[in-house]
């Protein structure tokens, strides 16, 4: 007995030096005023193309703040979204092709700008009680990140030292950015020592990998199944993540990965902010 003990216990300090050793650090959360803080893509810094990068950060910043992504596209929003000016604090714009002279066939209305914009945190909580929705104010959860993909040549976890997926990787970090989440994708020896393939992801449940996420800095465990189907025309993306002694399981078919990483950090923004079951 006492040797199976201490057997249990060296594998789980192996593991936890492991973990700890090749994870990537974690970025530091987001404070209060970032949730209310989004950007987009313009072209120019006129007033009309303005009021568009308006309409589409005020949409950003009420799912990301609430937590709910069943505001995308909800017509309480659209029409909010014709008045986005007046619950603005500030905007800043940046020329994107700042490195570059202006020529004869580009002037500076027709370059794209990343416009950032800061709502006033006061409106943007009025208008979520409207909707029915709260602020989820408190500090996110470190998202751990295991995911299995196949491309239909390949299968594979995607891992963050990994020769294969850096689009994958860079479009995974963009989407939990979206929603304020820290993430961290594990390496491959992490993976190893934690058991994880692209084979046991399929019955894997998150309960069981939430000791890993936690030596790894995080809090949550999200695992994702990515698998390429010519028949849906893309991607058909399986995600599950536990919260509250629950499992939650969803399912997105025929997508861009971009738009499948998207699904899966909104539907762990919707779960972990109490907003219920993911579609």
């Known amino acids: 007995m006492q040797s199976d003990h201490a057997a249990r216990t060296w594998r789980i300090v192996a593991l936890t030096a492991a973990l700890l050793g090749l994870f990537p650090a974690i970025a530091p959360a987001a404070g209060p005023d970032d949730l209310y803080r989004a950007q987009a893509i313009v072209t120019g810094t006129g007033e009309v193309n303005r009021r568009l990068g308006l309409a589409l950060c005020l949409e950003d910043v009420l799912v990301k703040v609430s937590g709910d992504p069943r505001l995308i596209g909800d017509p309480r929003v659209v029409a909010l979204a014709k008045q ?8 800043t714009y940046r020329d994107r092709f ?11 209305r027709d370059r794209p700008h990343d416009l950032t914009v800061q709502f006033e945190r006061a409106k943007i909580d009025a208008e979520l009680a409207k909707l029915g929705r709260k602020p989820w104010i408190g500090p996110r959860p470190g998202l751990v990140i295991f995911l299995g993909v196949n491309n239909g040549a390949v299968a594979y976890t995607l891992a963050s030292d990994g020769d294969r997926g850096a689009d994958q990787r860079e479009a995974l970090a963009e989407a939990a950015k979206k929603l304020a989440f820290t993430m961290t994708l594990p390496n491959n020896a992490a993976l190893s020592a934690a058991g994880v393939s692209y084979e046991s992801l399929e019955t894997l449940e ?3 990998l939430q000791d890993a996420a936690k030596a790894a800095g995080g809090e949550v465990a999200v695992v994702g199944r990515l698998v390429w189907s010519d028949k849906a025309l893309g991607w058909i993306a399986d995600w599950r993540v536990a919260s509250g002694g629950k499992t939650y399981r969803w399912q997105i078919r025929g997508v861009s990965f971009d738009d499948a990483f998207r699904n899966g950090m909104r539907g762990t923004a919707q779960v972990l902010s109490g907003n219920g079951q993911p579609k």
């Open 84 to 91: 986005a000016n007046v619950l603005v604090g500030s905007f």
């Open 98 to 108: 700042a490195h570059r002279p202006i020529n004869d066939e580009q002037g500076t």
């Open 206 to 208: 998150p309960e069981r």
